[in-house]
């Protein structure tokens, strides 16, 4: 299994941006995909998106299709997820996720990853 640490996370105001970050740990990160999910208060975690173990396919919710870009550098051992034109309904922990192989049609199940990094706060203000 692979350690995963998040940050990014902070307060900005709506229509703002932020990159998360998360840095993983091992040598076989590029053997797998990454996802992103969020939890807001009072409600269930949900799917953001994910980006296959190559860096050649993703995939979004569609609350944040063309607005959220996932990308990663398996030489760095790290994955991102850009967020722009920020929305008060962003403001969630967002947390990283690694499955092993795991085929991309499977990544919007939670279930589905084995490591998950401890979340990073976003805020927005309207």
């Known amino acids: 299994q692979v350690q995963l640490v998040e940050s990014g996370g902070g307060l900005v105001q709506a229509g703002g941006s932020l990159r998360l970050s998360c840095a993983a740990s091992?040598?076989?990160?590029?053997?797998?995909?990454m996802g992103w999910f969020r939890q807001a208060p009072g409600k269930e975690r949900e799917f953001v998106s994910a980006?296959?173990?190559?860096?050649?396919?993703?995939v979004y919710a569609d609350s944040v299709k063309g607005r959220f870009t996932i990308s990663r550098d398996n030489a760095k051992n790290t994955v991102y997820l850009q967020i722009n034109t920020l929305k008060p309904d962003d403001t969630a922990s967002y947390y990283c996720?690694?499955?092993?192989?795991?085929?991309?049609?499977?990544?919007?199940?939670?279930?589905?990853?084995?490591?998950w990094g401890q979340g990073t706060q976003v805020t927005v203000s309207s």
């Open positions: 996720a690694a499955g092993l192989l795991l085929a991309l049609p499977r990544t919007r199940n939670a279930a589905n990853f084995r490591s």
């Open positions: 980006i296959d173990w190559g860096g050649s396919s993703t």
């Open positions: 091992g040598r076989t990160f590029s053997t797998y995909t």
